[in-house]
């Protein structure tokens, strides 16, 4: 039995990513999120679980994110870092920040002005500095699904092949990428950081031949621990070396795939 995992900004979707620059207040869009907290001091990177474009854009602009979360009860997970980083250490380095709702709300127009859809991708959230104590940006992403993805699936359902979903966004975009693509929700996994794609990848493979696609650095311990691991540049950013040199296969399109023998 044989089964495919893939992620989903980047792989899945062409995404659109605005970053405000909290320093400067500067909306960034052509540097990537992942980059950013890996070139950083415990920097994580934090998805919140609820709907940008009806909860966040229509909240009160003035209050600040720790207050927006804790008032609210705002569920959020950690979507990305190179260190373990436990939900109430980074509520507590988040206090005393001055950023506020407004710096994520700057992030979501700047999405909606570009027509991208914010419900299947990893909707708003931001990265932060805990050995700073601060938040340094905000972030909005937003995405189109490759016009190669429905043949692709419909492909691999043909071959019998299981298909997977292992994603750090956020739950409901996933859900509704699962609805578009007609995928059973059982088989996808929302908010998954790095080390979590590897043990979903692990536990997969004592029941099937596992192939992990992928287009970035929280894909590289999934890429290796896959029975293949395949990187996709479809979505045409600078991907460093340690993300090449974790993968067997480089494509530059997602229909590429169904090429590789596994």
Same mark, same amino acid.
């Given at each position: 039995?044989? +089964?495919?995992?893939?992620?989903?900004?980047?792989?899945?979707?062409?995404?659109?990513?605005a970053?405000?620059?909290l320093?400067? #207040?500067l909306? /960034?869009?052509? /540097?990537?999120?992942?980059?950013?907290v890996d070139?950083?001091?415990?920097?994580?990177?934090?998805?919140?679980?609820?709907?940008?474009s009806?909860?966040i854009?229509n909240?009160?602009?003035d209050?600040?994110?720790?207050?927006?979360?804790?008032?609210?009860?705002i569920e959020?997970?950690i979507? @990305?870092?190179?260190?373990h980083?436990?939900?109430?250490?980074l509520?507590e380095?988040?206090?005393?920040d001055? =950023?506020?709702?407004?710096d994520?709300q700057?992030?979501?127009?700047a999405?909606?002005d570009?027509? @991208?859809?914010?419900?299947?991708?990893? #909707?708003?959230?931001f990265?932060?500095?805990?050995?700073?104590?601060?938040?340094? @940006?905000?972030?909005? +992403?937003?995405g189109?699904?490759f016009?190669?993805?429905?043949?692709?699936?419909?492909?691999?359902?043909?071959? #019998?092949?299981?298909?997977?979903i292992?994603?750090?966004?956020?739950k409901e975009?996933?859900?509704?990428? =699962?609805?578009?693509l007609n995928?059973?929700?059982?088989?996808?996994f929302d908010?998954?950081?790095?080390?979590k794609?590897?043990?979903?990848?692990?536990?997969?493979?004592?029941?099937?031949k596992?192939?992990?696609?992928? %287009?970035?650095? %929280?894909?590289?311990?999934?890429?290796?621990?896959?029975?293949i #691991?395949?990187?996709?540049?479809?979505?045409?950013?600078?991907?460093?070396?340690?993300v @090449?040199? =974790? =993968?067997?296969v480089?494509?530059?399109?997602?229909?590429?795939?169904?090429? /590789?023998?596994?």
């Amino acid at each position: 039995m044989k +089964a495919v995992v893939f992620d989903n900004s980047g792989t899945l979707i062409e995404r659109f990513r605005a970053l405000k620059e909290l320093q400067t #207040g500067l909306i /960034i869009e052509e /540097i990537s999120s992942i980059d950013i907290v890996d070139n950083g001091v415990k920097r994580a990177l934090v998805v919140l679980q609820t709907n940008p474009s009806k909860c966040i854009i229509n909240a009160r602009p003035d209050q600040t994110i720790y207050e927006f979360i804790k008032r609210n009860k705002i569920e959020f997970d950690i979507s @990305y870092s190179a260190d373990h980083i436990k939900k109430d250490e980074l509520l507590e380095a988040i206090k005393e920040d001055k =950023a506020t709702v407004r710096d994520i709300q700057d992030s979501i127009k700047a999405v909606v002005d570009k027509k @991208y859809n914010i419900q299947i991708c990893s #909707g708003s959230g931001f990265i932060v500095s805990l050995d700073k104590k601060k938040i340094e @940006y905000t972030i909005t +992403a937003g995405g189109k699904i490759f016009k190669e993805v429905h043949e692709v699936i419909d492909e691999l359902k043909n071959r #019998g092949i299981e298909i997977f979903i292992a994603s750090g966004d956020r739950k409901e975009s996933l859900k509704e990428l =699962a609805k578009f693509l007609n995928l059973s929700k059982e088989n996808v996994f929302d908010t998954a950081d790095s080390w979590k794609k590897m043990m979903i990848t692990k536990e997969l493979k004592n029941k099937y031949k596992v192939m992990m696609v992928g %287009n970035s650095a %929280n894909d590289i311990l999934a890429l290796q621990e896959a029975d293949i #691991g395949v990187l996709t540049l479809q979505q045409k950013e600078e991907t460093p070396q340690k993300v @090449y040199d =974790a =993968a067997d296969v480089v494509v530059d399109n997602i229909k590429e795939i169904l090429d /590789i023998e596994f």
